[in-house]
């Protein structure tokens, strides 16, 4: 049949399953948004306050939902207000399609109103990019750009599409989905040599990172903890990859993590990385990292094998299909028993809790209260600060992909714009974004978004008057000089959120917290609850960037060393 470009865009959208679409219209992209007019029954379009929030709402609804999220944007500011949530997907190797239109094929390179090369701007912080200069080529580029969304390791991928050709006319024919295949690239040689080291270990380790739910091995995970009875911590990326509230369970590692997971990797004498790529943020020193123990590295990017940290025996294949040959060939072998040294995990978990001042309202009760209200059952989505570790440390995750957060690049703004999208993508789930004051500034007008379509998302504002994780840093390392990270001024977060449409609890102390929650639960409409706390509540525990994990200490520790 004979369809013009914008036609083919969208029904290339509706062949691969595409239900929503985020964005921003322009006139660049005209075309396409005439035609999403005509197919408003069958694709959504959510419209936002800004590209930033449609491509974090893209994001979101990917994490959330598994499926390749979509935004769109106009040429130009359009198109370049993606570039941050392009790049928060591609550090977390989410599956996203982001399609811009721009100046027609003639105005290219001339300093065209609104022209920017998009493709080459994005070009580091993409899995691929495409300028369709052809309308011939649109069908079957739009197609890739899908395929390679989610094909091995996921990642964002750019169309970018001159306007005319969104305006020209071709035979369009529709095809089948390609499916993404689940590759493994190790031989059995290398298998052998994994099963090797895991039967010589006394103390084995294992070391979760987000690979395990972008893969759908959650449950392979869980069997293989078993049979090689061994303690699991997770990255930030990881949560809700293996049961939080598992005995095998220890806490998140690096930074921020939990004492028993940073002090165990550290006298572990194997150490198993599932779908992690060794942050900084994770080993700290790396010649201090894991140092007593050999390390297995299972991932299905080749290029994280030994880049951060050298590892003496390595797996390459997608984790479900690798773990579930490596579980296969274990279970012949029969369970192993570590009883010794899970017992001495056990210990340490008992020695070092989690633990912070209960007498006053704190972030951690705050999540506390929402796990407990929620019954740990809700998508968490959360910015970036102090508040982000609090909900990575103190909720208790059990599934996968209730947990979403910028982790590579740390992403101020990106928790509501996520939380709508994940709302959208997941409507009968409880949608909670936890945000700090500064992060909350960054993008609040997208509780507009909210409001307009009754996205039924609560935005929990944890408002300390300051940038919080900076003052932190700021006061253990800086001598207490808090340069621009003092926020105490005039605005009021409730009338914010009002004035843009929605409900707004402000919250003063620890009693109001559960029934504030449970209210805004209640509403089923867009809802902010403001949780006002002290200025100088500190994440612990904490280890000084560049030190051993195993320097690890906590509020305790600091004030030890002050007396």
């Known amino acids: 049949m004979q369809l013009n470009g914008s036609e083919i865009v969208v029904e290339c959208l509706k062949e691969q399953g595409v239900d929503t679409v985020f964005g921003y219209p322009g006139g660049s992209i005209l075309n396409i948004y005439d035609a999403l007019y005509k ?92 300028i369709v200069k052809n ?29 005319d050709v969104t305006a020209a006319v071709c035979e369009f024919t529709p095809v089948g989905v390609q499916t993404a295949e689940r590759v493994k690239k190790y031989t059995a040689q290398e298998l052998k040599q994994v099963v090797d080291i895991i039967s010589e270990a ?84 790396p010649k201090r990292f894991a140092e007593n123990a050999k390390i297995i590295h299972i991932d299905i990017d080749a290029a994280e094998i030994n880049k951060n940290i050298r590892v003496d025996a390595s797996l390459v294949g997608d984790l479900k299909v690798t773990l579930q040959e490596l579980n296969e060939v274990l279970e012949r072998e029969g369970k192993k028993d570590h009883t010794d040294w899970m017992q001495k995990i056990s210990q340490l978990k008992e020695k070092y809790p989690l633990k912070y001042d209960n007498e006053q309202l704190s972030c951690p009760y ?18 970036v600060g102090q508040h982000q570790m609090w909900a990575a440390q103190y909720y208790k995750y059990t599934k996968p992909r209730t947990f979403l957060s910028s982790g590579g690049l740390g992403t101020m703004g990106y928790g509501l714009g996520a939380c ?56 253990l390392f800086y001598g207490k000089r808090y340069s621009q990270t003092i926020l105490n001024d005039s605005v009021d977060y409730c009338k914010v959120a009002e004035a843009l449409g929605c409900e707004a609890i402000r919250v003063t102390c620890k009693e109001e917290v559960g029934p504030a929650i449970e209210r805004a639960i209640e509403r089923k409409r867009p809802v902010l609850v403001e949780c006002v706390i002290p200025e100088d509540d500190k994440v612990f525990p904490m280890v000084p960037a560049g030190a051993p994990i195993a320097e690890v200490f906590d509020g305790d520790d600091l004030k030890r060393k002050a007396e």
Not at 152 to 160: N, Q
């Open 202 to 285: 006394k103390k084995p380790y294992i070391y979760l990172g987000g690979g395990a739910i972008l893969s759908d091995a959650c449950e392979e995970v869980a069997r293989f903890a078993e049979l090689i009875d061994a303690p699991v911590c997770d990255t930030l990326m990881g949560k809700g990859g293996f049961d939080g509230r598992s005995p095998r369970y220890t806490g998140m590692i690096g930074m921020h993590g939990t004492k028993t997971s940073n002090l165990g990797v550290s006298d572990c004498d194997l150490l198993i990385a599932l779908g992690a790529r060794f942050s900084d943020r994770v080993i700290g020193n």
């Open 366 to 383: 705050v999540i506390e209260q929402i796990d407990r209200v929620t019954n740990g059952e809700a998508i968490i989505t959360t910015d």
């Open 39 to 130: 197919h408003s029954d069958e694709i959504r379009h959510i419209l936002t306050s800004h590209e930033q929030g449609a491509a974090h709402a893209a994001d979101g609804y990917a994490r959330a939902t598994g499926k390749v999220g979509v935004c769109m944007a106009t040429s130009g500011p359009g198109a370049t207000n993606l570039v941050t949530g392009i790049a928060t997907a591609y550090m977390d190797s989410v599956p996203m399609v982001a399609i811009t239109a721009n100046v027609t094929l003639p105005m290219l390179g001339k300093d065209s109103f609104q022209e920017v090369d998009i493709a080459g701007v994005t070009m580091p912080i993409t899995k691929h990019g495409f």
């Open 420 to 475: 709508i999208g994940a709302q959208v993508g997941q409507p009968d789930k409880i949608c909670i974004n936890i945000a700090g004051d500064g992060c909350f500034r960054m993008n609040m007008n997208e509780m507009a978004t909210a409001s307009r379509y009754n996205i039924p998302i609560i935005q929990v504002v944890i408002n300390n008057h300051v940038l919080g994780m900076v003052r932190q840093w700021q006061t």
């Open 135 to 163: 309308v011939e080529q649109l069908a079957d580029t739009i197609r890739k750009a899908f395929y390679i969304a989610k094909s091995g390791r996921p990642g964002p991928v750019l169309v970018d599409i001159t306007k």
